[in-house]
């Protein structure tokens, strides 16, 4: 009888052992790092989307009145003090409602605005936008000259 419990206990530990393996030395069972995933041939990378409907309207914005002074100097330097150091980068999620989120927020370009005297869409990092028949879906124009600060163009 005790032959039998020492047989068992030496299953049951080659069992664990075995389930305990590393799968990832398997090539059949191994999921391909994103490296490998940029090396495929005859594999899109990006989604396929559907064509744009041609029946869309573009729409722009360029007659609402800037709302800078016209004798504003463009560009130089601005330097901002912050009365304590953030709790945290994100704007999304714990601690992340504090009074650093606008800085962050403000110095993100989005696709379009709204004009802060007139309520009305203007464009930012789009020149036109257009709403796809369904109300559903919208498409954008980037703009052509936009840049990022080490002046690379933005891309879609």
């Known amino acids: 009888?005790?032959?039998?419990?020492?047989?068992?206990?030496?299953?049951?530990?080659?069992?664990?052992?075995?389930?305990?393996?590393?799968?990832?030395?398997?090539?059949?069972?191994?999921?391909?790092?994103f490296s490998k995933l940029l090396d495929r041939e005859n594999e899109p990378l990006l989604r396929e989307y559907a064509p744009m409907p041609e029946n869309i309207h573009w729409l722009t914005n360029d007659i609402d009145p800037v709302f800078a002074s016209p004798d504003a100097e463009k560009g130089g330097l601005f330097r901002a003090a912050l009365l304590s150091f953030p709790m945290t980068f994100r704007v999304v999620g714990p601690d992340s409602n504090g009074s650093f989120r606008s800085a962050i927020l403000d110095n993100q370009l989005s696709l379009i605005n709204i004009h802060p005297n007139t309520g009305n869409i203007i464009p930012e990092l789009a020149t036109h936008w257009a709403f796809d028949p369904d109300k559903?879906?919208?498409?954008?124009?980037l703009d052509k000259d936009a840049r990022w600060s080490d002046s690379q163009p933005v891309t879609g």
């Open 1 to 33: 009888m005790r032959f039998h419990k020492w047989v068992f206990v030496l299953l049951v530990c080659c069992a664990a052992l075995a389930g305990c393996s590393d799968s990832r030395e398997d090539p059949e069972t191994k999921e391909p790092s």
């Open 136 to 141: 559903k879906t919208m498409y954008f124009k």
